[in-house]
T-cell receptor, first 114, second 115 residues
Framework: GNSVTQMEGPVTLSEEAFLTINCTYT??????LFWYVQYPGEGLQLLLK?????DKGSNKGFEATYRKETTSFHLEKGSVQVSDSAVYFC?????????????FGKGTLLTVNP | GAGVSQSPSNKVTEKGKDVELRCDPI?????LYWYRQSLGQGLEFLIY????????KSGLPSDRFSAERTGGSVSTLTIQRTQQEDSAVYLC?????????????FGPGTRLLVL
């Protein structure tokens, strides 16, 4: 079946540090890949997505590249801010049947200290 | 414009009672989804609606769970005879047409606690 594995948290960084959150996936066909973010007390928001191999999604200084050869979609940001503190979820939708169902990783809690 | 709204935001109930959770999707979105977020299981898909019909109910964990959607808009998730393991955050999402690769827009969730 389809699955997403992301690095265990929590991750604690100082402001302006470099961020990487690893995400790998198992899926048949050619899934679309997503990063969602959940800020404290808020709902899930799409951060970025990529729909085919070698695509790079980017938003708010965050980037992730769809790597089919390594089945990965790692999230990076060059300089984090306190306001980036949130839970980050990697997710996929696969290209076969049920191609509307998001499969999520377990989430990574990021805390950024001033 | 308005996003996905859910009510109530919090619900505390006693074991064995029935609860109804409501979702109001983004206007014009034909696809609607329910997910559940719990500590043990993470985020899980429950059910998908296209218009008023539910072609995929595969994620509903038991026959105590049911959902309906009326007028192609508001959806209600009903849990009968609640159990403590039903305690979770129930998330609703919608998307324009339910097409592959569409972004799903999530509501703030309903936090359910079963005592």
């Amino acid at each position: 079946g389809n699955s997403v594995t992301q690095m265990e948290g929590p991750v604690t960084l100082s402001e302006e540090a470099f961020l990487t959150i690893n995400c790998t996936y198992t899926a048949t066909g050619y899934p679309s890949l997503f990063w969602y973010v959940q800020y404290p007390g808020e709902g899930l928001q799409l951060l970025l997505k990529a729909t085919k191999a070698d695509d790079k999604g980017s938003n708010k200084g965050f980037e992730a590249t769809y790597r089919k050869e390594t089945t990965s979609f790692h999230l990076e940001k060059g300089s984090v801010q306190v306001s980036d503190s949130a839970v980050y979820f990697c997710a996929l939708i696969h290209s076969g049947g049920s191609n509307y169902k998001l499969t999520f990783g377990k989430g990574t809690l990021l805390t950024v200290n001033p | 414009g308005a996003g996905v709204s859910q009510s109530p935001s919090n619900k505390v109930t006693e074991k064995g009672k029935d609860v109804e959770l409501r979702c109001d999707p983004i206007s014009g979105h034909t696809a609607l989804y329910w997910y559940r977020q719990s500590l043990g299981q993470g985020l899980e898909f429950l059910i998908y609606f296209q218009g008023n019909s539910a072609p995929d109910k595969s994620g509903l964990p038991s026959d105590r769970f049911s959902a309906e959607r009326t007028g192609g808009s508001v959806s209600t998730l009903t849990i009968q005879r609640t159990q403590q393991e039903d305690s979770a955050v129930y998330l609703c999402a919608s998307s324009p047409k339910g097409l592959y690769r569409e972004t799903q827009y999530f509501g703030p969730g309903t936090r359910l606690l079963v005592l």
